[in-house]
């Protein structure tokens, strides 16, 4: 004879023992993706490098210096070429894992539901993407040029002999002569960095949607929200007003855009509770 109650406590263990095989198989398929997605990145790996590399020697070729980075380690080289194809493998692998991502949790949603987290699970690498391109086409350049502007030595000496400057005190040249890890690091930080602040929008405004934050709260905190936006605008960018400026000005733009798209979601909310009669004035 069993105790009472025992049954009932294993029937209801059972659901959770599926949802976690269920688990189980989204991330063996998600590693797999990434896996797969990692060995076609590492075959190309040499294409890659050279896009990466392309604000670096814009910035250089300005300046009449050849374009190249140099291996400080034998096995230097190895490496690079694997933190590459870990960068391209996660962005090519994305879309499965979020497939992957989405029907884990899909079936515990009702079909309102999947319909109002679908745009939000669309708009999410959207977003990361025009962040990543905001980065590499514009910050990088700014960053770099003004690196590299630290240089001095020969390289700053006219080729002219009639206009060369009088003999002085020689002077310890400053040339860049940069690793090719620190220059990915550097550069996939950037990326990583601004793809993750254009993600703003969509948290905030799935937060609004889940009633967790109001218009109304953020407009009141703008002001906190400018000294945090300025801070992070110091941190992430070099010490160059422009780029400091160009990102304040996107990062608030963005914290703006929430605003009236959270707006938006509590009018629409207001207009199907008061077709309910549900709606209660305060």
Not at 11 to 37: C, N
Not at 123 to 133: D, K, N, R
């Amino acid at each position: 004879m069993t105790a009472p109650g025992k049954n009932e406590i294993d029937d209801s263990s059972a659901p959770l023992i599926e949802h976690l095989r269920e688990l189980r198989t989204r991330l063996i398929w998600s590693v797999l993706a990434f896996i797969v997605a990692m060995v076609i990145s590492y075959t190309v790996w040499n294409p890659i490098y050279n896009f990466l590399t392309q604000p670096i020697c814009h910035a250089l070729e300005t300046r009449d210096q050849d374009c190249g980075l140099i291996l400080l380690k034998l096995q230097e080289g190895f490496f690079v070429a694997i933190q590459i194809s870990f960068l391209g493998g996660f962005m090519l692998a994305f879309p499965i894992i979020a497939y992957q991502m989405w029907r884990f949790i899909a079936p515990g949603l009702y079909r309102s539901e999947k319909a109002a987290f679908l745009p939000f699970l669309i708009a999410s690498p959207v977003m990361f993407l025009l962040g990543a391109a905001f980065a590499y086409y514009v910050i990088l350049p700014m960053a770099y040029d003004f690196f590299l502007g630290f240089q001095q030595g020969p390289l700053d000496l006219p080729d002219d002999p009639a206009v060369a400057p009088e003999p002085g005190p020689p002077l310890a040249g400053i040339v860049f002569q940069g690793s090719v890890s620190e220059y990915l690091s550097l550069t996939t930080k950037f990326i990583l960095a601004f793809g993750l602040s254009f993600q703003l929008p969509v948290a905030l405004t799935l937060l609004g949607r889940a009633g967790l934050v109001s218009s109304e709260g953020l407009a009141s905190v703008r002001r906190y929200a400018i000294v945090v936006i300025l801070l992070m605008a110091a941190l992430v960018t070099p010490p160059d007003i422009v780029s400091q400026i160009v990102l304040f000005a996107v990062i608030y733009g963005l914290y703006e855009v929430s605003i009236q798209l959270v707006r938006r979601i509590e009018r629409k909310r207001e207009a199907r509770l008061r077709a309910e009669g549900l709606w209660i004035d305060d």
